[in-house]
């Protein structure tokens, strides 16, 4: 993996306010990173471009100043305009082989993929990590016929050859699970931003998050 591998982080916290009403984009970022997160998901689906704009900004300005990596949920023209990180994409969004010649070689790009198939196919296509899920039921995806689990996410996990970050329903309770699974990482929205305390949460996340990277590595030292 190059050097766009090394800036993916293992908690990805996804701000989007339609979850929530508490804090702005740029101030729940700030809570979560001095919890422990290393990569924020700028995330709104809704709304005129030039809100978009201005909201990313924000947290553009969060996250430059911390030194915390920044991706765009969906829309290029936001990552372009506010020099984000990456982009992440869906699967009815922007193709990752075209996204990666518009934003070029230093852009980190994850994509989202519900099979192994989609997994794959993102890979060839050039993206950097994998968003996979729904693992657990959650209010973001409430679709219980979607839930995909941690033997499917097991299965992803060792047959792509990016990192794959658990994505829906993730909880500290079920942080050793997809571990366990293979994940390189998990992203959460309402684990964080629903929380009384982001920065609380979020450091409850990192810090189980760290036992296993730590037990991971000695294991395989």
Known sequence: ???????????????????????????????A?????????????????RHKLIEAERVARVCEKTGTTLIVDDHIDVCLGVGADGIHL????????????????????????????????????????IG?????????????????????????CAGVDIPVIAIAGISIERIEQVMRAGAYGVAVLRAVSGA??????????????NRWIQATTAAAS
């Open 33 to 49: 990173i001095r919890g422990g997160a290393d990569t924020i998901q700028f995330r709104q689906k809704k709304g005129p471009i």
């Open 196 to 209: 009384h305390d982001p920065t609380a949460a979020a450091s409850e996340l990192r810090n189980e998050l």
């Open 90 to 129: 869906g699967q009815e969004d922007f193709p990752v082989v075209l996204a990666r010649k518009v934003l070029g070689d230093d852009c980190i790009i994850g994509a989202s993929a519900t099979t192994l198939e989609q997994a794959r196919q993102a890979w060839s296509e050039g993206a950097d990590y």
């Open 1 to 31: 993996m190059g050097s766009r591998a090394h800036r993916i982080g293992r908690l990805h916290v996804l701000t989007d306010f339609y979850f929530q009403q508490t804090w702005g984009a740029d101030r729940l970022a700030e809570l």
């Open 132 to 156: 996979f899920g729904p693992v657990f039921p959650s209010m973001s995806k409430d679709n219980i016929a979607s839930v995909k689990g941690t033997d499917a996410l097991a299965s992803v």
